[in-house]
């Protein structure tokens, strides 16, 4: 089983998507196993977004990031952080792929919805970063025999 942080980002908290962007990870069989809405301090946000420091859209991607609420979530299940990005879809909307979340609600690079982590060691990393153990729930899922 591998886990993996998914944030719905400020634009989608604000565009009423929270819903449809969870039941997507729900109906691909995923396990929720932490949410949260919150809003991300600045501290907090240097450190998620590490590897971007010194690019030329990295303030503008820490003050989007703390501009409002987000949804923090941490889902689990076999190969989490690879399904997720590929149920979110390219950075780019315009390469995202059709039925992607990104290619069906994202114009602008900029506000692109969800962050996915990228790897199984940034999504543990991530997870430290956003919530504590405690946060985190362990219960099973009658359905996940067969998923
Ligand atoms: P994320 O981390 O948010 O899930 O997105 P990602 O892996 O698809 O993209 P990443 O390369 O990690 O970039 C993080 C966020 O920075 C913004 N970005 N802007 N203008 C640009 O060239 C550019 N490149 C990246 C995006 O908002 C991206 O989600
Ligand atoms: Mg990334």
């Avoid at 993996?4 to 819903?19: A, H, W």
């Avoid at 997507?24 to 196993?33: D, T």
Wanted: glycine residues 8%; hydrophobic residues 40%; charged residues 25%.
């Amino acid at each position: 089983m591998e886990r993996t942080y998914l944030m719905i980002k400020p634009d989608g908290v604000q565009r009423g998507l929270i819903g449809e962007i969870v039941s997507r990870f729900e109906r691909k069989g995923l396990k929720l196993i932490g949410a949260k809405l919150m809003n991300v301090s600045m501290e907090r946000a240097e450190r998620h977004y590490a590897e971007h420091k010194g690019k030329d859209f990295y303030e503008m991607l820490l003050n989007f990031i703390t501009a409002g609420p987000v949804f923090a979530m941490v889902w689990e299940g076999d190969q989490a952080v690879g399904l997720s990005r590929a149920l979110i879809g390219k950075t780019n909307a315009l390469e995202a792929a059709p039925g992607t979340i990104r290619s069906d609600f994202a114009i602008h690079t900029n506000y692109n919805l969800i962050h996915g982590s990228d790897s199984h060691d940034n999504a543990e990393r991530e997870i430290g970063i956003f919530f504590s153990e405690e946060e985190l729930v362990s219960y099973d899922k009658a359905i996940q025999v067969w998923i």
